[in-house]
């Protein structure tokens, strides 16, 4: 499975735009990048995923480059709710595999 | 939606007891994952399921754990006998899996505690 880098942690305004990074430079034209998050002590929420092209949900906005060695999570405007750890992941097959994750603090 | 449900949310035991935790997965998904979450290892896949039949078990720790799925709306992970080392989060996913989307939906987790 490819492996994954995060910071391990980022500071953001409420109500300003969060962009966490993730690379994933050993990824294979198969893998899909796939981003979740986990609020406290509570099971890990899904946010999106993509494969080649950038993604939009009701939640965040996926991009990812050109040549897929690397990804960047969009929360558009981040509230204190949002305070969480983000896991980017590359899946292969069935399974997932969670690396450290970057802890985001949303601060007033 | 009811969610992936799981049971107990909590469970504190004494070493050498065995432990059994539960886990009902979203009704019409063919997959279910069994993690555990430490604040030394991170979270960490166990096992997991497809159709009911184990297809990785690579992530379980030792004989001490098993996992079993009897049928498409139920899976146990058992530890006997049960070790202070042990105690973590305990989470169950499941998911809808083909080639083009394997999204896991997470349980909100057992929490154990070994005495």
């Known amino acids: 499975d490819a492996k994954t880098t995060q910071p391990p942690s980022m500071d953001c305004a409420e109500g300003r735009a969060a962009n966490l990074p993730c690379n994933h430079s050993?990824?294979?034209?198969?893998?899909?990048v796939y981003w979740y998050r986990q609020i406290h002590s509570q099971g890990p929420q899904y946010i999106i995923h993509?494969?080649?092209n950038n993604e939009t949900n009701e939640m965040a906005s996926l991009i990812i480059t050109e040549d897929r060695k690397s990804s960047t999570l969009i929360l558009p405007h981040a509230t204190l709710r949002d305070t969480a750890v983000y896991y980017c992941?590359?899946?292969?097959?069935?399974?997932?595999?969670f690396g450290q994750g970057t802890e985001l603090s949303v601060k007033p | 939606d009811a969610g992936v449900i799981q049971s107990p949310r909590h469970e504190v035991t004494e070493m050498g007891q065995e432990v059994t935790l539960r886990c009902k997965p979203i009704?019409?998904?063919?997959?279910l994952f069994w993690y555990r979450q430490t604040m030394m290892r991170g979270l960490e896949l166990l096992i997991y399921?497809?159709?009911?039949?184990?297809?990785?078990d690579s992530g379980m720790p030792e004989d001490r754990f098993s996992a079993k799925m009897p049928n498409a709306s139920f899976s146990t992970l058992k530890i006997q006998p049960s070790e202070p080392r042990d105690s973590a989060v305990y989470f169950c996913?499941?998911?809808?899996?083909?080639?083009?989307?394997?999204?896991?939906?997470f349980g909100p987790g057992t929490r154990l505690l070994v005495l």
């Open positions: 996913a499941s998911s809808l899996w083909n080639w083009t989307s394997g999204t896991q939906y």
């Open positions: 050993t990824i294979s034209g198969n893998e899909y």
């Open positions: 993509g494969l080649k």
């Open positions: 992941i590359v899946r292969r097959g069935g399974k997932l595999i």
């Open positions: 009704s019409g998904h063919n997959s």
């Open positions: 399921f497809n159709n009911n039949v184990p297809i990785d």
